[in-house]
T-cell receptor, first 111, second 113 residues
């Protein structure tokens, strides 16, 4: 079983739509959670960290559900520039700072 | 601005050649990582280092070695390149164990013919 699983998509949505991605992780000892954004042929960049209480950054909201071992990312009022692949990343402290990546969810925002 | 710099963006090598991929970070981070990224497989950890001269195997170390002689520099070495090592190679660094964000270089796209 993979450490981190994501729906690869693609999610094709019109501009202005709200879209949500989920990601599940298998290790209950996971401690840190992140969403990264990766544009085509570019390196991943941190979009936001995910805190236990949930957090919001403008149009982006991230939630963590430890009981069910999933994290989510909600994007409101989608923009064309949101088109990218979104990577779910999980970190387990005891394992020498190894980060586990989902294979990514592709989002296409259409005019 | 934080910076992770990879020496080559694009390389083309022949089977059997020795390949060096260099990575330098200017953030004084303890941890450095080498990943490869392939379509459908996501990012897979090759090696990581948590201190100078220290290294740990990741999930797919076979066919690779690494060197960290200075804190800011982490090199990935392909002793004898093979076609199945054609991939995007990403270097990353992070400031501390357990909770740090990963900062990535721009990637090195290696093609082995």
């Amino acid at each position: 079983r993979k450490e981190v699983e994501q729906d690869p998509g693609p999610f094709n949505v019109p501009e202005g739509a709200t879209v949500a991605f989920n990601c599940t992780y298998s290790n209950s000892a996971s401690q840190s959670f992140f969403w990264y954004r990766q544009d085509c042929r570019k390196e991943p960049k941190l979009l936001m960290s995910v805190y236990s209480s949930g957090n919001e950054d403008g149009r982006f909201t991230a939630q963590l559900n430890r009981a069910s071992q999933y994290i989510s990312l909600l994007i409101r009022d989608s923009k064309l520039s949101d088109s990218a692949t979104y990577l779910c990343v999980v970190n387990t402290f005891y394992n020498f700072n190894k980060f586990y990546f989902g294979s990514g969810t592709k989002l296409n925002v259409k005019p | 601005d934080v910076k992770v710099t990879q020496s080559s963006r694009y390389l083309v090598k022949r089977t059997g050649e020795k390949v060096f991929l260099e990575c330098v970070q200017d953030m004084d981070h303890e941890n450095m990582f080498w990943y490869r990224q392939d379509p459908g497989l996501g990012l897979r950890l090759i090696y990581f280092s948590y201190d100078v001269k220290m290294k740990e195997k990741g999930d797919i170390p076979e066919g690779y070695s690494v060197s960290r002689e200075k804190k800011e520099r982490f090199s990935l070495i392909l002793e004898s390149a093979s076609t199945n090592q054609t991939s995007m190679y990403l270097c990353a660094s992070s400031p501390w164990a357990g909770a740090g964000e990963l900062f990535f270089g721009e990637g090195s796209r290696l093609t082995v013919l």
